[in-house]
């Protein structure tokens, strides 16, 4: 069965920072690309970030640009998203998500952790 | 940036209903388009994928259709547990943009 655990959501200060991270298994982990992807209170899906099975290729959705990184460790099998300068607007829920490869849907998801971004 | 936009942004309808919803991309996608269902405080779910392939596990009375820009979402006889929230989304280029979501709602 495929398991996606995301954690390390909370709540931070604007401008501070926070180190997600989400948990596979059930699947070949090295195989696959992954996502991460938002959704702020009430409101629709954001996609944030992409990344290769082999870290090769990564992309990032201009809102998040220069200030999060997308890593993997595959020997792990351990998904990461370092967010820093946060602002108020990326208070969302983050969730991981798996796809095949690239322009490959996103066939399992987390169940999300809650980034509250608040003085 | 494609945009996705789906119609309408929310819709009534019945237990055994006949339900479509649309979604439109700004520029041509090809058929490179998924369907996702959310329920509340739960993640998305993958319905359908490259606009009219049923996800492994998924009921047939969930169908897709469309290519290029115009895509419709069909579910063919509602039942109780489809009251939830749609998103269209494109992966035919980065940014990989969703819909802005259709909530279907129990008439």
């Known amino acids: 069965e495929v398991q996606l655990v995301e954690s390390g959501g909370g709540l931070v200060q604007p401008g501070g920072s926070l180190r997600l991270s989400c948990a596979a298994s059930g699947f070949t982990f090295s195989s696959s690309s992954m996502n991460w992807v938002r959704q702020a209170p009430g409101k629709g899906l954001e996609w944030v970030s992409h990344?290769?099975?082999?870290?090769?290729?990564?992309y990032y959705a201009d809102s998040v640009k220069g200030r999060f990184t997308i890593s993997r460790d595959n020997a792990k099998n351990s998904l990461y998203l370092q967010m820093n300068s946060l602002r108020d607007e990326d208070t969302a829920v983050y969730y991981c998500a798996k796809s095949i490869a690239a322009r490959k849907p996103f066939d399992y998801w987390g169940q999300g952790t809650l980034v509250t971004v608040s003085s | 940036d494609i945009q996705m936009t789906q119609s309408p942004s929310s819709l009534s309808a019945s237990v055994g209903d006949r339900v479509t919803i649309t979604c439109r991309a700004s520029q041509s996608i090809s058929s490179y388009l998924n369907w996702y269902q959310q329920k509340p405080g739960k993640a998305p779910k993958l319905l359908l994928y490259a606009a009219s392939s049923l996800q492994s596990g998924v009921p047939s009375r969930f169908s897709g259709s469309g290519s290029g820009t115009d895509f419709t979402l069909t579910i063919s006889s509602l039942q109780p547990e489809d009251f939830a929230t749609y998103y269209c989304q494109q992966s035919y280029s980065i940014p990989y943009t969703f819909g802005q979501g259709t909530k279907l709602e129990i008439k």
């Open positions: 990344i290769s099975s082999s870290s090769s290729t990564i």
